[in-house]
């Protein structure tokens, strides 16, 4: 049960939701205003509804069109690792998927660009956040690796499927000292956090993680 306060947050009174908080604190997440968002945010409406009932455990869960959403520590560690090293300004997000990354995203960013190839999944997205009162995201349905098509500078790049190779478009539209987070399959699927000085990427953390496949072109079915 959960009930919308003016910004769309929730009181979550799901005992599953801070039992999920307190595996965060053991797993190691700190930040207290991230902990705080998560504990509220209701992420039972963000997974196909069949599995809403796992919303909170520890594990990746469908979303539809054959995606899935990050497990809950996936989520904390990508965002920590930003708020941490990020100016937080301008984020763009690749695979817009459920909404619930680019919702945390948009809480501590200025401003978020958000991109997804699958026009359900963009167009739920976009309701589903719209309804929760958030306006500082601009969506777009296309393939995220041509990165946003006018030119902005971002602060940070997150990429939450897995790509062979980081497409260009996507580190050429970061600033100086911007972050990048993308998943790498080698020497094991993980998440990693970079940052970009001049022309090497300095690695400032990695932590095991399973992505669906950063895939080609659009759908539009
Ligand atoms: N951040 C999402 C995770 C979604 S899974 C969440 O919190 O729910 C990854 C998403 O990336 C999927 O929705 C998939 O359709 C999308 N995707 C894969 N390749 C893409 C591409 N080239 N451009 C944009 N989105 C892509």
Redesign the pocket.
């Known amino acids: 049960m959960s009930q919308y306060d003016l910004n769309g947050l929730v009181t979550n009174t799901e005992p599953k939701a801070s039992r999920m908080i307190d595996q965060l604190k053991a797993q190691g997440v700190t930040h207290p205003e991230l902990l705080e968002l998560m504990a509220n945010l209701p992420r039972h409406e963000?997974v196909e509804s069949a599995f809403s009932h796992l919303a909170y455990s520890a594990t990746p869960l469908p979303?539809g069109r054959n995606?899935?959403?990050?497990q809950p520590l996936t989520v904390a560690r990508m965002t920590e690792w930003l708020l941490t090293y990020a100016r937080l300004g301008r984020v763009l997000e690749?695979?817009?998927?459920?909404?619930?990354?680019t919702r945390i995203l948009a809480h501590f960013f200025n401003k978020v660009h958000t991109?997804?190839?699958?026009e359900w999944?963009h167009e739920l997205a976009k309701k589903r956040l719209l309804s929760m009162g958030v306006n500082n995201v601009e969506y777009l349905f296309g393939?995220?690796?041509a990165g946003w098509p006018h030119k902005v500078e971002m602060d940070a790049v997150i990429i939450?499927?897995m790509a062979s190779k980081i497409p260009l478009a996507l580190t050429s539209c970061l600033k100086e000292q911007g972050i990048l987070i993308m998943p790498i399959d080698h020497p094991s699927p993980q998440i990693g956090c970079w940052r970009k000085e001049g022309d090497r990427w300095k690695c400032l953390g990695t932590e095991s993680a399973h992505f669906?496949p950063?895939?080609?072109g659009i759908e539009n079915v």
Do not use: H, N
Request: net charge negative; proline share 0%; aromatic share 8%.
């Open positions: 963000f979303i995606q899935t959403i990050s690749v695979g817009t998927g459920s909404g619930y990354q991109v997804e190839r699958q999944l393939d995220g690796q939450t499927a669906v950063l895939l080609e």
